[in-house]
């Protein structure tokens, strides 16, 4: 059973960004593509380079998708289930993410 752990405020990330968590453990990235509340979690890790970069990476579209593409590599990575749009066998981990009362929360 999962619980949701707070990471920071919304207002932490700036639209457009993303940002590096550690939770469970774990390096997170944590997306905010827009002005909105809609926030998403991946790995950190890019599973291409071997290193803690993605939150770094840049936010984009396509296929009506949003994306992050590795700051390394240029993998792009979808953000919403963690596919790996040039190799899906190099896809990462998605994590539940949400906004409440302003704080950004991460499924544990």
Known sequence: MSHWQPVCSLDSI?????????VN???LAI??????ETVYALSNIDPF?????LSRGLIGEHQQALW?????????????????????????T???????????EIAV
Request: a positive charge.
């Open 25 to 27: 453990n774990q390096q």
């Open 94 to 104: 998605c994590y539940p993410a949400r906004v409440r009362d302003g704080q950004v």
């Open 31 to 36: 997306f905010r593509p827009r002005a909105d």
């Open 68 to 92: 992050v593409a590795s700051p390394l590599k240029k993998q792009r990575f979808r953000l919403h289930d963690g596919l790996c749009m040039e190799d899906e066998s190099r896809s990462i």
């Open 49 to 53: 380079a071997g290193v803690s970069v």
């Open 14 to 22: 700036l639209p457009a960004t993303g940002v590096c968590a550690w």
